[in-house]
Antibody
Framework: EVLLVQSGGGLVQPGGSLRLSCAVS????????MNWVRQTPGKGLEWVAN????????YYVDSVKGRFTISRDNAKNSLHLQMNSLRDEDTAVYYC???????WGQGTLVTVSS | DVVLTQSPLSLPVTLGQPASISCRSS???????????LGWFHQRPGQSPRRLIS???NRDSGVPDRFSGSGSGTDFTLKISRVEAEDVGVYYC?????????FGQGTKVEIK
């Protein structure tokens, strides 16, 4: 069974930092593109970032470039999203997803508010 | 960015009746390999989205055959042949041909 189990998230003040993690099992992690997708009531679903299987290439939506960093540890079957300089508009439920979104984590709420 | 426009945004349906959702793209979704990586997703309240269909018409494992996808280029359709109670929720189309990958705004399906 494919599982993506997320951790991290919570409440943070504007300008603060958070790190999201995703532990995966049930498939060959080191062969899979991985992604972070977020969802807000106002903007709907938004693809945030993705990373190549070997970690050599990473892509970000313009709104998070320079602030967010996606990374992976293939030895530990884990995916991460380091979020710095957080803004109110980053408030969302963040999902860890596999390949072309064939599988999703349970989601974790990030709230940026003073 | 590629804009995916879904219609309708709200779809009241009668149990056992068919339903259809349109997804129109602002650009062709045919990629450099000649494939069309357009997917459809279903999200129930309080749950993560679930992929139903990839590559326009390929049903994911475990997806009932009452769901079907069709289309090409810029126009795509998701059809439910006979709506069941578990089909309520929001449906999204999504493209990964162009970066940033984008989603449609969602179509809310509810039972009349």
């Amino acid at each position: 069974e494919v599982l993506l189990v997320q951790s991290g998230g919570g409440l943070v003040q504007p300008g603060g930092s958070l790190r999201l993690s995703c532990a995966v099992s049930g498939f060959t992690f080191s062969d899979s593109w991985m992604n972070w997708v977020r969802q807000t009531p106002g903007k709907g679903l938004e693809w945030v970032a993705n990373i190549k299987p070997d970690g050599s290439d990473k892509y970000y939506v313009d709104s998070v470039k320079g602030r967010f960093t996606i990374s992976r540890d293939n030895a530990k079957n884990s995916l991460h999203l380091q979020m710095n300089s957080l803004r109110d508009e980053d408030t969302a439920v963040y999902y860890c997803t596999r390949d072309r979104l064939s599988h999703w984590g349970q989601g974790t709420l990030v709230t940026v508010s003073s | 960015d590629v804009v995916l426009t879904q219609s309708p945004l709200s779809l009241p349906v009668t149990l056992g009746q068919p339903a259809s959702i349109s997804c129109r793209s602002s650009q062709s979704l045919v990629d450099s390999d000649g494939d069309t990586p357009l997917g459809w997703f279903h999200q129930r309240p309080g749950q993560s989205p679930r992929r139903l269909i990839s590559e326009v018409s390929n049903r994911d494992s475990g997806v009932p055959d009452r769901f079907s996808g069709s289309g090409s280029g810029t126009d795509f359709t998701l059809k439910i042949s006979r709506v069941e109670a578990e089909d309520v929720g929001v449906y999204y189309c999504m493209q990964v041909t162009h970066w940033p990958h984008t989603f449609g705004q969602g179509t809310k399906v509810e039972i009349k």
